[in-house]
């Protein structure tokens, strides 16, 4: 059973900066992707950034780049997303999801994404 904790949201004011941090347990980790989506109130659950296995690729968002980053590190089973520059329109619920297929390289649709964790809220304040 595949398992996905997301954890480091808060509060924080526009131009701060937060770093989520996902869990992941109940399989080999260092094959799949792994993926950040948000979702806010009243919208759909939106791409945010997405890694390769190796960490060799990295996808983002138009919206995010140059202010997120996303890592990993396959000796803790642990996915991040760095966000800097904050702005008030980053508010919204933050997943953390995976593939069931390894090796498959990241797309950017949830529906592509099997297995979702309970997500982290973020609000950045103007």
């Avoid at 941090?21 to 399989?27: E, L």
């Avoid at 979702?39 to 390769?52: C, L, N, S, Y």
């Avoid at 702005?87 to 090796?103: G, H, M, N, Q, R």
Wanted: hydrophobic letters at 35%; aromatic letters at 12%; glycine letters at 8%.
């Amino acid at each position: 059973q595949v398992q996905l904790v997301e954890s480091g949201g808060g509060l924080v004011q526009a131009g701060g900066s937060l770093r989520l941090s996902c869990s992941a347990s109940g399989r080999t980790f260092n094959r799949y992707t792994m993926g950040w989506f948000r979702q806010a109130p009243g919208k759909e659950r939106d791409f945010v950034a997405a890694i390769t296995w190796t960490s060799t690729n990295t996808y983002y968002a138009d919206s995010v780049k140059g202010r997120f980053t996303i890592s990993r590190d396959n000796a803790k089973n642990a996915v991040y997303l760095q966000m800097n520059s904050l702005k008030p329109e980053d508010t919204a619920l933050y997943y953390c999801a995976t593939v069931s297929i390894p090796f498959r390289i990241p797309r950017m649709s949830a529906n592509d994404y099997d297995y979702w964790g309970q997500g982290t809220q973020v609000t950045v304040s103007s």
